[in-house]
T-cell receptor, first 113, second 113 residues
Framework: AQRVTQPEKLLSVFKGAPVELKCNYS??????LFWYVQYSRQRLQLLLR??SRESIKGFTADLNKGETSFHLKKPFAQEEDSAMYYC???????????????FGKGTKLSVIP | NAGVTQTPKFQVLKTGQSMTLQCAQD?????MYWYRQDPGMGLRLIYY???????DKGEVPNGYNVSRLNKREFSLRLESAAPSQTSVYFC????????????FGSGTRLTVV
């Protein structure tokens, strides 16, 4: 079974402060990890994929297989970063031939001006 | 390029009424998904369709049915709505074999009174 844990429901930081949104996962194989962002009352948007090792909007995330973590980081928070962030895991093809994502419960990031 | 389109955006139902949520994607994706989003619960998979002609249950399928009408369209039906089905419903699609994550629709906010 695959599981994603985001231990913080709410994270408040001041503008300009560093941000770290935690994500831990449980999966026996080689997972693919994603971060999604949802701005107020909007659709979920893909922010990062671990496999692409990219930086989007100043955010980065490193997959740590030893600690089974995929924390999202940004050195200097901006007010426009305020949103709901979801970590998601894909364990590869399901038996029916699709990629299924398991989502964490989300962390609401609030950046205080 | 519209991506994933959901209709309606808002709906209020009385207990026992039925309705169908519509979803269409124009990205030629093979797989489509229905999730519900509830506060503190994150996103939970209701049903998915790995490819045209196939559908499978997800984590919370009770009270719902789906139809993969063609490659573009995947509908979700509530036969007899209950207050517990008050939620925001998201449709998503993905391609394979590359796993680039999901593209989400803008959601349907459903209230059952």
């Amino acid at each position: 079974a695959q599981r994603v844990t985001q231990p913080e429901k709410l994270l408040s930081v001041f503008k300009g402060a560093p941000v770290e949104l935690k994500c831990n996962y449980s999966y026996s194989g080689s997972p693919e990890l994603f971060w999604y962002v949802q701005y107020s009352r909007q659709r979920l948007q893909l922010l990062l994929r671990h496999i692409s090792r990219e930086s989007i909007k100043g955010f980065t995330a490193d997959l740590n297989k030893g600690e089974t973590s995929f924390h999202l980081k940004k050195p200097f928070a901006q007010e426009e970063d305020s949103a709901m962030y979801y970590c998601a895991l894909s364990g590869g093809y399901s038996g029916a031939g699709s990629y299924q994502l398991t989502f964490g419960k989300g962390t609401k990031l609030s950046v205080i001006p | 390029n519209a991506g994933v389109t959901q209709t309606p955006k808002f709906q209020v139902l009385k207990t026992g009424q039925s309705m169908t949520l519509q979803c269409a994607q124009d990205m030629n994706h093979n797989s489509m998904y229905w999730y519900r989003q509830d506060p503190g619960m994150g996103l939970r998979l209701i049903y998915y369709s790995a490819s045209e002609g196939t559908t499978d249950k997800g984590e919370v399928p009770n009270g719902y049915n789906v139809s993969r009408l063609n490659k573009r369209e995947f509908s979700l039906r509530l036969e007899s709505a209950a207050p517990s089905q008050t939620s925001v419903y998201f449709c998503a699609s993905s391609e394979r074999p590359q796993n680039y994550g999901y593209t989400f629709g803008s959601g349907t906010r459903l209230t059952v009174v």
